[in-house]
Each structure stands twice: as structure tokens, then as C-alpha cells.
């Protein structure tokens, strides 16, 4: 079973429409970037509300990528095909690190295999840290990534925003992808939805068997240790006990020389209401 379509559309309907109540908003004091145009996509930056926490002040802010109908982009991992999105902010004054989130994805299937991202709409939350907490920051990105309708399309962008601490209208827009990001958790951890159990299978082909305990049906995305890794996408099995879903993958695609035995791998879990990650080492 696949997460339908319609719970897709309707979290990046929802986006869109609170980015068009910010954007209304832009003359009391709107943060954000002008957006920067290509063909089939636009980029841009958002600031939002200051967070104040143990850690001190945290700004933060999003990356707003809007696609044409039927274009999509791609998730840290994209599957059979596609480039993930490559964030650079070295060029940002006043910033000490910024932690890019990643709201969950939805997969793709063409007739050129299976991938991994986001279509129509989305923002990528932003944690940055200042040097100086009492100072302004200006955030300096450059981004590479690939759009892509039937072929895939290299696309980049250099935006620029100052965030001045202040409070923003684009809070609500960026709360709402902060809300898909998946949740750290255990497996067999609590919740409607869950990873309820992971296990490796040796023979007679290896691989690996995951049962997510989910109301209303879910999606699994399974990354290696690093980016050389390239695993197959997992697909829903029979065995699940009743409120379970089974997925299975085979313990493919690892570079060349390296050994599975103590790897960690990481899973995703992603339902229409809810979305975890959980971290598995291979014995």
C-alpha cells in the first residue's frame, strides 16, 4: 500500500495557500528573499520567528522551492534517479552553522524506475546559529539541485536574506513543514505510527524485513551510512500482523569493498499524519 495521492496534495495545497496569506503580509515586515526565477521552478528564502532555548537564540527560516505543475525535486536520497539538493551557506555572515530539516517525501514511479522527493511545493526548514546572538544574520545560499517532469533538469539558485530577529508572518508557513519533518525514534517505540521491528534475513537472498505499525497505511524509505550507498527502495510484503504493514528490501547496492556488518542504516517511515525515523546497525 501506497500513501494516496490526495494526502500529498492536500499538505502542499496547504502550504501554498500559507505562503500566499505571507505573502500578503509583505508590507508589515515580512521576511524573505525575492524569489529567484528558472524555467519550470523558483527559489527562495523565508525568515521566521526566533526560537529562544537552552542553546540560546536559534534563527530560523526556510527554503522555499515552488515547481510547475507536474515537476517535482528530490529528497537527501532520490531513489533510482535524481540529484538530492546541495545547500551551501558559506558565504552567510554572522552564522556559526545551519541545520537543514527535511520534510517527509513521497515517492515517484516512471518508467524510468522509482524516486524519492516532492512535487508542486516545498519548504525546507533552517536551525542557524549566530556568532553573535545580539547581531544581525544574513544568510548567503547557494543551491544546486535537479528538477525534473519525464527528464531530469540541473537547476541552481543564489538567494540572499537578512534576519533580524524579529517576529515573521512566514512562521506559519515554515511550522508547517517543520511539522512533516520525521520525529527521532526507537524501534518498537510508541505511537499510532511506528517502526515496530526491523530484522535482517541471511538467506536464501539477504535482506531486510521491517514491520511499521501504522492506522492508516504508510511509505518506507531505507538510507546507508553514507551517500555512496544506493538501496533499493523497500516494498510492502505479505505477513503483517493485522495494524501492521511488512516492507522487505535486499541488501543491494552497497559501494564497492564495503562491509554491511555493523553499518547503520536509517529508516522512514511516513504516513498522511505522521512520520518517524529510526536508526538500525546490521549485525
Not at 84 to 112: E, H, M, T
Not at 121 to 140: E, I, W
Not at 228 to 251: K, N
Request: hydrophobic share 40%; with cysteine.
Amino acid at each position: 500500500m501506497h500513501i494516496r495521492p490526495f494526502h500529498c496534495a492536500a499538505f502542499a495545497a496547504a502550504l501554498f495557500a500559507a505562503s500566499c496569506l505571507a505573502a500578503a503580509k509583505e508590507a508589515h515586515g515580512a521576511e524573505a528573499s525575492p524569489w529567484q526565477r528558472g524555467p519550470h521552478a523558483a527559489v527562495r528564502l523565508i525568515g521566521g520567528t526566533p526560537e529562544r532555548g537552552s542553546e540560546g537564540t536559534i534563527r530560523r527560516a526556510g527554503v522555499e522551492i515552488a515547481l510547475d505543475p507536474g515537476w517535482k525535486t528530490y529528497w537527501r536520497y532520490p531513489g533510482d534517479s535524481g540529484i538530492p539538493p546541495r545547500f551551501d551557506f558559506a558565504g552567510s555572515v554572522n552564522v556559526k552553522d545551519v541545520q537543514v530539516l527535511w520534510p517527509a517525501p513521497i515517492r515517484f514511479s516512471d518508467g524510468a524506475g522509482t524516486s524519492i522527493g516532492y512535487a508542486g511545493h516545498v519548504v525546507f526548514p533552517l536551525r542557524v546559529r549566530p556568532r553573535d546572538p545580539d547581531a544581525p544574520v544574513t544568510l548567503r545560499l547557494k543551491l544546486d539541485y535537479a528538477i525534473c517532469e519525464t527528464l531530469c533538469v540541473p537547476a541552481d539558485a543564489s538567494v540572499e536574506l537578512s534576519l533580524d530577529g524579529t517576529t515573521s508572518p512566514y512562521d506559519d508557513l515554515i511550522r508547517a513543514s517543520e511539522a512533516r519533518v520525521p520525529r527521532k525514534a526507537r524501534i518498537g517505540g510508541d505511537g499510532p505510527l511506528a517502526i515496530a521491528s526491523v530484522r535482517r534475513e541471511r538467506s536464501p537472498k539477504p535482506r531486510i524485513v521491517v514491520d511499521v505499525r501504522t492506522p492508516d497505511g504508510a511509505e518506507l524509505f531505507a538510507e546507508g551510512p553514507d551517500e555512496r550507498w544506493s538501496l533499493p527502495l523497500p516494498e510492502p510484503v505479505a505477513g503483517a500482523a493485522p495494524g501492521t504493514m511488512r516492507f522487505a528490501f535486499a541488501l543491494e547496492g552497497l559501494p564497492a569493498g564495503a562491509d554491511a556488518a555493523g553499518a547503520r542504516l536509517t529508516l522512514t517511515a511516513v504516513s498522511a499524519a505522521d512520520a518517524v525515523e529510526v536508526s538500525f546497525h546490521l549485525d
